[in-house]
């Protein structure tokens, strides 16, 4: 049984307020079974990019993107409620428009991860397994998120 529309979304479709998001030939998934792995997955994929708003070297954008990948297969309730939300609404939209994240956002995310990354790395001074545990998050999360595609602003 498919999961009906919140209030609004419907109207949204149709006035193209919600580009991409329902994607073409991919709706919501048949099996319950599926969709609800796909939900959970997309949950962990948020609480993941919650993380990553405050910890070095776990990038936000990817994860933000995952979850939007997995919400629309799995429930367009939670998929409409992520676009609208402040802080990740804008970073989902432009990607299911565009395919890319715009550079302001980019930038935001390596300046973000930087600054956490040497906040963290003087915090831990003498200690350098952790030290290099944030250097090794902050190379991983920086590649994560040069490798997404770029909109000039």
């Known amino acids: 049984m498919r999961e009906a529309l919140p209030s609004g979304v419907r109207e949204k479709e149709a006035a193209g307020g919600m580009a991409g ?6 709706g919501v998934h048949g ?3 599926v969709r ?3 939900w959970c997955a997309g949950v962990l994929a948020l609480v993941l990019a919650v993380l990553g708003v405050v910890l ?9 993107l995952l979850a939007g990948a997995c919400f629309v297969r799995a429930s367009p ?5 992520l676009l609208d939300t402040r802080l990740f609404g804008p970073m989902l939209r432009e990607w299911e428009q565009h395919h890319r994240i715009s550079r302001r956002i980019k930038r935001f995310a390596l ?3 930087a ?10 001074n003498g200690q350098p397994w952790l ?3 944030v250097l090794t998050g902050v190379v991983a999360g920086t590649a994560a998120v040069a490798r997404i595609p770029t909109r000039r602003d």
Not at 56 to 64: D, K, M
Not at 115 to 124: E, K, N, P, Q, R
């Open 111 to 113: 300046g973000a991860m």
């Open 56 to 64: 070095p070297g776990l990038p936000t954008t990817p994860f933000v």
């Open 36 to 38: 609800a792995l796909l």
């Open 131 to 133: 030290q290099a545990a």
């Open 115 to 124: 600054v956490m990354a040497t906040v963290s790395i003087i915090y831990f």
């Open 31 to 33: 099996s319950a079974v």
């Open 21 to 26: 998001a329902r994607h073409s030939g991919a």
């Open 77 to 81: 309730r939670a998929h409409a409620w």
